[in-house]
């Protein structure tokens, strides 16, 4: 699967512009990591992605055929997790992936629901009513349903949410694998998510593009702009404190910044740092 | 995608909603609140009771219930957010098409299993009468109505409008106004449930089923033209309704198909092919006379042919022998029924030009020919098609004539063309070859003779009468008993439906009351060559009328309801005798008065029952089923509160003073007059009562001619106003 956005813009009916001239390829097997504050255009993106809003400008390629003449067979392709969403609450679970099963066209809906239930550890859970249902549980059944006959694009916003560590951890594992052959777009705010499984981070912000690349390559754009030191009494403007610990010796602070003051020591940088780093320096 | 296994899970996703339940359970329950509570049909035959009624209020009621399920239906996923992966995953157009099917199945899973539910009571309550086509008839054509339509409209609404308040109260203001006083005129108006005034036990209903289905294939095709209009405004892509709009128009097909639908049905509602254009002042409207006085007519030969039951069509060769005495040509005018087409016009052989007037009134519009100057004319006049109905009666259905596989009545022009010109003489003659079903029987104003059967399933059928220039028919199942009226045989043709009905003491007191009304009151105008003929026919008539030797009782005389009434009698016998007496108080003579309006031939039949029922049942049995009943019921009329105090009536709700006025002027036409005519009887003695009676009903009355006013009867009887009261 390889989708092609090419200079795409988008412009809500208010005037507001959600992204602006964005260009990007993705192509499977990959799993794609979607960072960026909030407002920055992730959700109108992924939306596009589902054929969810039109364009203001631009085009998005599916395997090279513009995606808006070929929706249907596209939207068969697809599985799609939104960060907010509803499910039929008199159904049970098991009744709801049949449903979603049938609206994408499986034909062997049993195996199929089996298969996904299996996936994200429900089987026990399936004859019971999406209304008795955890808020946890309640995301199984959703991350569930985009995994519904194996889609080749699997665009996942905030997947990980309401979920505790240990099944945090299974569906990582879970996303990674189906990237194996399969392209995985995951948005997320969960870093770890990002970087224990993501081949590729792509940062946007203000509706554009600020970083696409391996988060390793991300790293290293920002070695040499964290620092950590202990705090001091006077705010340095340059710099941009990422964090504050308690120690035995006084609150010790790490932080990012375009020069490092001479009073701190120079630190290797992690995946937020260097998420942090590029915000910092996209808003300066 | 297979839409059947979509279908199928949204079906499934249904029936585990609650509400899904509760709009079954009320369609199911519906058609209960229609034996009482909600009457919308007028006629009180046992299938207008037992039937009409119960399936159209279940209609209603299914319509308001499938339209909020509908509602709910796309509400939810807008609501609970589940859209967001389903239109992720599907087109929102095919996901709300699927959506409206697997209400709409659900509707007609819960009206099949409705109609299952109320089979056996209707056949109870409808026994002899019980038919289980039209059973079926009245459970696809009014009880699916209404949850279909509904389901229809308030998917389109709600596609327009995007919230569930706004939607709802559309569709339940949509569903009121079909049933108000304005949609009521105009059967094709009705877009919820069919107009349906009432049906027929024993002739057949053919006018209403073919005006129902109609009416539904006209709104179908407007509704489901709406329903794909609003199809495009189904929000997807961020946008709103006129955005949703545009993007969608690129699927080019449904906007066609919406308007090709939405042209089928506005040409079906304006070439509605069953009511006539008469105009609506009709009652000040002053027809042209165009008799002819050059002409006269010499005998009139008619050959009709049933084209079609389903259809209700009939074609026609009427034969005219004309004398024109002018020696010139002539301008000749003729009514025929406002359905039919004059196909060709012959004089002598010769080809004749004619002009459709095109000015339809009461059902029939007149056609104008020349004729050429010969002496001997004769006129052949091809016409046919389907008999249509007045529209000042399209409110209560009440047609003309009608054409069905049940029953065929037809008259006049409905029958045949009907010269404007003279009868050459008393003994014109007019005849009538048709050929009906095998099951039918025919009954005519003149006399009828059976001939073979065709081997095709129907009989040969000859009439014909003279003097009246054209016949009167009747066609069912009839059967005949012979009655005996002061020497003259009167022939009483019923349903052989009835026949269970009337096999008991029925005949035998109908009998013994056409021999009192002739004994005290004189016979009717009858001879032993044109015998009288009380014709039993269909509910649409509405009670009775008379014409000629014809002397027709609505079936609605025969129902339960009007057997059990204790109004008219005691029993269904004498309820019974109670319509006979009607042939001479009500038929042959009316009562009326302009300053009472309680003084109505009800009471004087009353009376007249009850000096019956003292002749044949005794003094005590009369007076304590009839006379203390009267007394009984006046006294508690009066002393009511509403007759004590007026005052509340006025300001009661105007339905609720309409059923306590029903209540009292009922008591006070049936057993008030009744009981002032049986005071004036204390006064004056029975054996002058029944002179002035007699005297009155031969001469009729002299105030308000024809009618017998109540000053007349005080003053045959020489009372003063006030001397009997009613009270």
Request: charged content about 20%; glycine content about 8%.
């Amino acid at each position: 699967m390889k989708i092609s956005i090419n200079s795409l813009s988008m412009t809500y009916p208010n005037g507001k512009q959600a992204l602006q001239d964005i260009s990007l390829e993705l192509e499977s097997p990959s799993l794609v990591g979607l960072r960026g504050p909030n407002g920055a255009g992730k959700p109108p993106l992924m939306k596009l992605l589902v054929a969810g809003l039109t364009e203001s400008a631009g085009t998005i390629l599916a395997d090279g055929a513009p995606l808006r003449e070929n929706e249907t067979a596209y939207k068969r392709r697809l599985g799609y997790l939104p960060q907010s969403f509803g499910l039929y609450d008199e159904l049970t679970g098991e009744r709801v992936l049949e449903y979603m099963a049938a609206l994408k066209g499986l034909h062997d809906q049993k195996k199929a629901v089996q298969a996904v239930l299996s996936d994200v550890n429900l089987e026990e859970k399936r004859r019971a009513r999406i209304r008795t249902l955890s808020g946890g549980q309640r995301q199984r059944v959703g991350i569930a349903q985009a995994l519904l006959g194996e889609p080749r694009f699997l665009i996942f916003d905030e997947p990980t949410v309401g979920l505790d560590p240990e099944e945090r951890i299974h569906f990582r594992n879970l996303f990674s694998r189906a990237a194996q052959d399969k392209l995985v777009l995951l948005s997320t705010h969960i870093i770890e998510d990002v970087q224990s499984v993501c081949n590729r981070l792509i940062v946007i912000h203000h509706g554009r593009i600020r970083f696409s690349g391996t988060p390793q390559e991300l790293i290293r754009m920002t070695r040499g702009h964290v620092c950590t030191f202990s705090e001091r009494p006077e705010e340095d403007a340059a710099l941009h404190i990422t964090a504050r610990v308690n120690t035995a010796d006084g609150v010790q602070c790490r932080a990012v910044a375009r020069t490092l003051p001479a009073y701190a020591q120079p630190a290797e940088p992690t995946l937020e740092d260097a998420y942090l780093y590029l915000i910092e320096e996209a808003e300066t | 995608m297979s839409l059947r296994a979509l279908f199928r899970v949204e079906l499934g996703r249904l029936l585990c909603g609650r509400l899904t339940w509760l709009a079954v359970a009320a369609t199911l329950l519906g058609p209960l609140a229609g034996y009482g509570l909600y009457r919308p049909a007028y006629g009180d035959s046992m299938a207008s009771l037992y039937l009409a009624n119960p399936m159209l209020t279940g209609g209603l009621i299914g319509a308001a219930a499938f339209a909020l399920l509908m509602l709910a239906s796309l509400e939810k996923p807008r609501r609970s957010r589940i859209a967001a992966i389903t239109d992720a995953a599907l087109s929102p157009l095919r996901l709300a098409a699927v959506r409206l099917f697997s209400v709409l199945a659900m509707a007609v899973l819960t009206v099949l299993a409705t109609g299952l539910l109320y089979l056996p009571y209707t056949w109870y309550k409808l026994d002899i009468v019980f038919s289980l086509g039209d059973y079926w008839l009245a459970t696809a054509l009014i009880l699916l109505s209404g949850p279909v339509m509904g389901t229809l409209l308030a998917a389109a609404v709600d596609q327009f409008a995007y919230r569930l308040d706004i939607s709802l109260a559309v569709v339940l203001a949509c569903i009121v106004f079909s049933q108000g006083a304005w949609c009521s005129r105009f059967f094709l108006a009705q877009w919820c449930v069919p107009l349906v005034t009432a049906l027929s036990d024993a002739f057949g209903s053919a006018v209403i089923w073919r005006t129902a289905l109609y009416s539904r294939i006209v709104w179908l095709c407007l509704l489901t033209s709406l329903y794909l209009l609003s199809l495009l405004g189904v929000r997807q892509y961020g946008r709103g309704l006129i955005g949703s709009f545009a993007r969608h128009l690129r699927f080019a097909a449904l906007p066609l198909l919406a308007a090709t639908l939405a042209a089928g049905g506005g040409i079906l509602w304006a070439r509605q092919p069953f009511i006539d254009h008469s105009p609506s002042d009709w009652m000040s409207y002053q027809p042209e006379d165009r008799s002819n006085t050059a002409l006269t007519l010499a005998g009139t030969e008619i050959e009709a042919r049933i084209e079609s039951y389903l259809l209700g069509t009939l074609s026609g060769t009427a034969s005219y022998r004309i004398t024109n005495t002018s020696g010139e040509s002539q301008e000749l005018y003729f009514e025929l029924d406002s359905g039919y087409r004059v196909r060709e016009v012959t004089a002598n052989g010769n080809p004749v030009e004619w002009e459709d007037m095109c000015n339809d009134y009461i059902a029939a519009r007149e056609v104008r020919c020349v004729l050429p100057a010969e002496e001997q004319i004769t006129l052949v006049v091809e016409y046919g098609g389907m008999p249509k109905m007045w529209n000042a009666q399209e409110e209560l259905m009440s047609s003309a004539g009608f054409i069905s596989g049940k029953g065929i009545e037809l008259f006049g022009s409905h029958l045949a063309p009907s010269l404007l010109l003279q009868l050459a003489g008393e003994e014109t003659p007019v005849t009538l070859d048709i050929a009906l079903r095998d099951s039918m029987t025919l009954v005519s104003s003149g006399t009828t003779r059976r001939g073979a059967p065709n081997g095709d399933g129907t009989t040969n059928w000859h009439a014909e009468d003279a003097g009246a220039g054209e016949l009167r028919i009747f066609a069912g199942d009839y059967m005949c008993r012979t009655l005996e009226g002061g020497g003259f045989p009167i022939e009483f043709w019923y349903s052989a439906k009835y026949e269970p009905r009337l096999a008991g003491e029925g005949i035998d007191i109908m009998q013994e009351a056409i021999d009192y009304c002739t004994e005290h009151y004189g016979p009717r105008t009858f001879t032993q060559d044109k015998p009288f003929k009380i014709v039993q026919s269909t509910v649409f008539q509405f009670g009775g009328s008379a014409s000629g030797n014809i002397s027709q009782m609505g079936e609605s005389y025969f129902s339960d309801q009007n057997l059990a009434s204790p109004d008219k009698g005691a029993d269904s016998a004498e309820v019974l005798a109670h319509e006979i007496i009607h042939q001479w108080w009500g038929l042959g003579v009316s009562l009326a008065d302009m300053e009472d309006a309680n003084w109505t031939d009800e009471g004087m039949t009353t009376y007249s029952t009850y000096r019956l029922m003292a002749e044949l049942k005794g003094e005590e049995y009369a007076r304590a089923n009839y006379v203390e009943k009267w007394e009984r019921t006046t006294s508690q009329n009066a002393q009511s509160f509403y007759m004590r105090h007026p005052e509340y009536l006025a300001v009661l709700p105007e339905a609720y003073a309409a059923e306590v006025k029903a209540a009292a002027d009922s008591v006070n036409w049936y057993d008030g007059t009744a009981l002032m005519i049986y005071r004036a009887e204390q006064k004056i003695g029975r054996e002058r009562l029944d002179a002035v009676l007699a005297r009155l009903y031969t001469q009729g009355g002299g105030e308000l001619p024809p009618y017998i006013t109540l000053g007349d009867f005080l003053n045959a009887c020489d009372l003063e106003e006030g001397e009997i009261g009613r009270a």
